[in-house]
T-cell receptor, first 113, second 113 residues
Framework: GQQLNQSPQSMFIQEGEDVSMNCTSS?????WLWYKQDPGEGPVLLIA?????ELTSNGRLTAQFGITRKDSFLNISASIPSDVGIYFC?????????????FGKGTLLTVNP | DGGITQSPKYLFRKEGQNVTLSCEQN?????MYWYRQDPGQGLRLIYY???????QKGDIAEGYSVSREKKESFPLTVTSAQKNPTAFYLC????????????FGDGTRLSIL
């Protein structure tokens, strides 16, 4: 089946620093999604990417859909304490059901004030 | 407000008991999904439904059952056949068109007594 490798597994940064995380896939996807999950809550959609090469921003967040359609990255600029949480990448539409998402295992972000 | 409501927030199961987790959405979405989340793991798909009265097994369907009698509702039953049911369960929905993002509820945490 499809697999997503998300890295890094965890990050400890100081407030104000920039953050970068990425996902790579063993197969192509038609859509890449980035979610953030706070403890005890459901994931919240941050950015959706639909086209290879697409670069999309949402406030301090920027994500890109890789040209090969097998990877994506998420950058967070000028981190703040409320950025703490688990960030997940997810892909869909690549050869299996268009309804099924494949998730990475998440990047745990800790921001020291 | 439109959204996805999961209940209860916390649930305890005795050995040999079936329990049912509720998921209701008022987003008029056609597709609904159930995921299981374990510590350090990504989300794993249990069942999904693209339309009323139809559903398909996901990657880890054994020990679980679902029904989709109404568009708004997609309850998940954790049966006694599921030997390791302790986990965080997340329900999601999407517009049902190819590559539309999934939106999540706030989850139900199931524990064994």
């Amino acid at each position: 089946g499809q697999q997503l490798n998300q890295s890094p597994q965890s990050m400890f940064i100081q407030e104000g620093e920039d953050v970068s995380m990425n996902c790579t896939s063993s197969s192509i996807f038609n859509t890449w999604l980035w979610y953030k999950q706070d403890p005890g809550e459901g994931p919240v959609l941050l950015i959706a990417l639909y086209k290879a090469g697409e670069l999309t921003s949402n406030g301090r967040l920027t994500a890109q859909f890789g040209i090969t359609r097998k990877d994506s990255f998420l950058n967070i600029s000028a981190s703040i304490p409320s950025d703490v949480g688990i960030y997940f990448c997810a892909g869909t539409g690549g050869g299996g059901s268009n309804y099924k998402l494949t998730f990475g295992k998440g990047t745990l972000l800790t921001v020291n004030p | 407000d439109g959204g996805i409501t999961q209940s209860p927030k916390y649930l305890f199961r005795k050995e040999g008991q079936n329990v049912t987790l509720s998921c209701e959405q008022n987003l008029n979405h056609d597709a609904m999904y159930w995921y299981r989340q374990d510590p350090g793991q990504g989300l794993r798909l249990i069942y999904y439904s693209q339309i009323v009265n139809d559903f398909q097994k996901g990657d880890i369907a054994e020990g679980y059952s679902v029904s989709r009698e109404k568009k708004e509702s997609f309850p998940l039953t954790v049966t006694s056949a599921q030997k390791n049911p302790t986990a965080f369960y997340l329900c999601a929905s999407s517009a049902g068109h190819s590559n539309q993002p999934q939106h999540f509820g706030d989850g139900t945490r199931l524990s064994i007594l």
